[in-house]
């Protein structure tokens, strides 16, 4: 948002420097960017009297000038180029010395074939106040010498950029700035009411609003007026210099009042040549196939959920955004329609980025502009047409009606304290919020504030503090240290989310690349991983491969390393930390925590080497779900890896579950079925694991009375050999649980080192080769004692599985 000193004073009466306005707009929320000077910029040149003006004696098209300053002493020499440089005129000179803005240089003393020349007599483009760089500025003959040129043109009026926030559509017009300046003890707000001009007849162009139900919320008031007999030229001087200081390119003067207006007051308007529009007006959703050529030439193409002001020839505009090329105002416009409008700013916002088009309507529109000035604001632009155009003006023809939005705040005055700290007189915060516009009724501790209606962002009594806060001056709010805790702080995240960072961790450090895929899959990939329930159907998807919830972190990883493999990447390795869906249930959405490898990518490296090639395999899935359960420090005393009831997703032969107990399974990791990796629109062998972190065990509460052990006895340990044959359906963790359990004191591990099945032994059974480990503490183990313990493990293991042990 830009605008002039001059114009902010058009709005505020103050005696406030630039530096002091500019620090109190900052001050109060509205963030001053950039502020730009010309005064400042141009504050070298001077107006200046040609004495004489000489031919050059060695150049054709020079002439050598003698200048007078107006800086005091005898006329300086200055040779000039220009063809209308002449004897008694007036122009604007620079002195040595001077930075040129317009050559992007700085001008020095110099000597122009063999003459020497003491500045520079300045064109327009030099000093880039206009385009004409023919000749030489010429001057009135009123004009003083010596004044700064700046000063004389009107030219030394700054321009303040502020950063608006998209929650103040107020202080998109200069006059709302104002008023918050004036709130803020700058001056006094010049709120000069707006008189309407009276009519001379109704507006023969009628109005229609094609709207029902919900749709009237489109364009809930539509006002228009029709000025006849307009001479439509260049705008006022004045009016010109204005928009060219904020940017615009003034056009005419009847386009050039409704910029104005927009910025002036913060009401977009717009302008029809009455006599390019044909029949009534209506204003409704634009039809499929319809296009519009807009004011800046290009062709849009309209679709329903776009609004559009039309007439018997198709649309004319695009509501709250651009106006159609076809009715727009030119030199030979003589009668005009002039319209004030309120939209809908959801609707204007949707429909400008559908279109890419950013106008100053499109950005006050969406913001919300104030409903109360919709007719004011039509009698503000039709007085500034009549008196600067001419013409006579009809009545206004109001469709629809201004919404009436009456908000009434309970607001007791103890939350400016309670919220910020601030101990502020009931007087002072009524003064604040009155200057602003708000109606402030009752006695403290309680009173009622009614909101106004250009500040639709006040919703409560939060946003109430809030303005007496910017007001009075955040920098008032008292400085309060934190205070101290002498104690430890407890814990604020709970044991899952530690489980959550920590199992992201421990991935990571594996050498897995963390993935985020979407929480929905197809309904075939959730039936494939247990899930595909009704319950867990959108009732709404965004796509068809997106209908369900996720029962599983698998299928978004196994999609997501198949388009870095279809990429030229195929040796990767994925995890994903997220929730799963097993129901609708709030104790049915669990956390779980997923990893994938693909090709070369196993734990000892990615990609190929001379040395050989380490393609990932089930035992690397298993080292990082272990990895993963250490990081959580889960206690993994009973855990159990089997082979049993494996889910359909999983290769028969190469997975196994994790389960604590008999019934909870924890996880899984192997490899994944081919059926269900084609399934999923991938190909190729992957390996993966999925543990759900929810139902891990819970580390213990409180501390054990048992001692801490150190496991370093002073005896040798003593190892042991046993290889049994046994059915190939007993489970080799079976044999392990009965081992480890005959005598938890003298042994002290044990693991499977060998399995055989084929010549020299008999179909049905295999060989599970058991290495048990005994560690004495109080003294040396006897052959005996081994021997006994040893046919005790046999007997025991015998007895439970029917296992013979081999000779």
């Given amino acids: 948002m830009k605008f002039t000193l001059s114009w902010l004073k058009d709005h505020l009466e103050t005696d406030a420097s630039l530096a002091e306005i500019v620090e109190a707009l900052t001050r109060i929320g509205l963030e001053v960017e950039h502020v730009e ?345 039709t007085r500034l047409v009549t008196e600067l155009c001419g013409g006579t003006p009809s009545q206004v023809t109001l469709a629809g009606a201004v919404p009436e939005r009456e908000r009434i705040i309970d607001f007791p005055v103890a939350e400016v304290k309670r919220l910020t700290g601030l101990d502020l007189p009931f007087s002072e915060m009524k003064a604040i919020l009155s200057a602003l516009g708000f109606w402030v009724s009752g006695i403290a501790p309680h009173v009622k504030v009614a909101v106004p209606s250009w500040r639709p962002d006040i919703e409560g009594k939060a946003d109430l503090v809030e303005e007496i806060v910017r007001i009075h001056g955040i920098d008032a709010v008292p400085l309060v240290p934190i205070a101290r805790v002498d104690q430890v702080h407890r814990r604020v995240l709970t044991p899952l989310q530690l489980r959550v960072r920590q199992a992201r961790r421990a991935l990571a450090a594996r050498g897995l690349v963390e993935a985020v895929t979407w929480s929905f899959i197809a309904k075939g990939a959730a039936t494939l991983f247990g899930g595909g329930q009704p319950a867990l159907a959108l009732a709404n998807p965004i796509a068809a491969d997106l209908s369900d919830m996720r029962p599983s972190l698998m299928p978004g990883l196994v999609l997501a390393s198949q388009r870095n493999a279809d990429r030229g990447y195929p040796d990767h390795a994925l995890f994903e930390v997220g929730q799963v869906f097993l129901g609708d249930g709030e104790d049915e959405q669990r956390f779980a925590a997923a990893g994938l490898r693909r090709g070369l990518a196993s734990g000892l490296g990615t990609g190929r080497h001379w040395s050989g090639t380490a393609e990932a395999s089930i035992h690397d899935a298993k080292v990082d779900l272990l990895a993963a359960l250490a990081a959580m420090n889960v206690p993994t005393g009973g855990l159990q890896i089997v082979n049993v009831d494996l889910p359909p997703f999983l290769h028969p032969g190469r997975s196994a579950i994790l389960r604590f107990g008999p019934k909870e399974v924890v996880g899984w990791f192997g490899e994944l079925h081919p059926r269900a990796v084609e399934a999923l629109g991938a190909e190729g062998r992957l390996v993966a694991f999925e543990l759900v972190l929810d139902v891990l065990p819970q580390p213990k509460r409180k501390p054990t009375r048992a001692r801490a052990r150190l496991d370093l006895a002073d005896l040798q340990p003593v190892s042991r050999d046993f290889a049994f044959l046994v059915d190939e359906t007993v489970e080799a963790e079976a044999i392990l649980r009965i081992a480890r359990g005959l005598d938890r004191a003298l042994i002290a591990d044990v693991s499977v080192f060998d399995r055989y099945a084929g010549k020299g032994v008999e179909p049905g059974k295999v060989s599970i080769g058991l290495a048990v480990t005994l560690q004495p503490r109080d003294k040396t183990l006897t052959d005996a004692e081994i021997d006994a313990l040893s046919a005790r493990l046999v007997a025991e293991i015998a007895a439970k599985t029917g296992a013979v042990l081999r000779a």
């Fill in 37 to 381: 000077d010309p005064g400042a910029k141009l504050s070298a040149f001077t107006v200046c009297y040609v004495v004489s003006a000489e031919q050059h004696p060695n150049a054709d098209r020079l002439r050598v000038c003698m200048v007078e300053t107006g800086l005091g002493g005898e006329p300086v020499q200055v040779v000039c180029g220009a063809p209308n440089a002449r004897k008694g005129m007036k122009s604007v000179f620079s002195p040595p010395g001077t930075y040129i803005p317009g050559k992007d240089i700085t001008l020095g003393k110099g000597v122009i074939r063999g003459v020497e020349s003491n500045g520079m007599l300045c064109s327009g483009r030099e000093l880039l106040v206009n385009e004409d760089h023919d000749g030489i500025l010429d001057l009135p003959a009123d004009a003083p010498i010596g004044m700064p040129y700046a000063e004389w043109a009107g030219l030394a009026d700054p321009v303040i950029e502020i950063n608006l926030t998209p929650n103040r559509p107020d202080a998109a017009g200069i006059h709302g700035i104002a008023r918050d300046l004036a709130a803020a003890g700058l001056g006094k707000l010049k709120d000069r009411g707006i008189a309407p001009v009276k009519g001379s007849a109704a507006c023969t162009v009628p109005v229609t609003l094609a709207f029902e139900g919900d749709d009237r919320a489109l364009c809930p008031a539509f006002a228009l007026r029709l000025v006849e007999g307009v001479r439509n030229g260049p705008s006022p001087e004045w009016m010109q210099k204005r928009l060219r200081a904020i940017g615009l390119r003034p056009i005419n003067a009847l386009v050039d009042i409704t910029n104005y207006v927009t910025f002036d007051r913060g009401r977009p308007l717009h302008v029809f040549d009455a006599a390019k529009v044909k029949g009534a007006l209506t204003v409704r959703r634009a039809w499929p196939g319809e296009s519009l050529v807009a004011l800046d030439g290009r062709t849009y193409a309209l679709d329903p959920s776009m609004v559009v002001i039309a007439d018997e020839n198709g649309p004319e505009s695009l509501a709250g955004i651009m106006g159609g090329e076809h009715s727009g105002c030119d030199e030979s416009t003589t009668d005009v329609l002039i319209e004030s409008a309120l939209w809908d700013p959801t609707n204007i916002a949707q429909t400008g980025r559908r279109l890419g088009i950013v106008t100053d309507a499109r950005y006050r529109f969406e913001r919300g502009v104030d409903p109360a000035f919709t007719l004011p604001g039509i009698e503000l632009a």
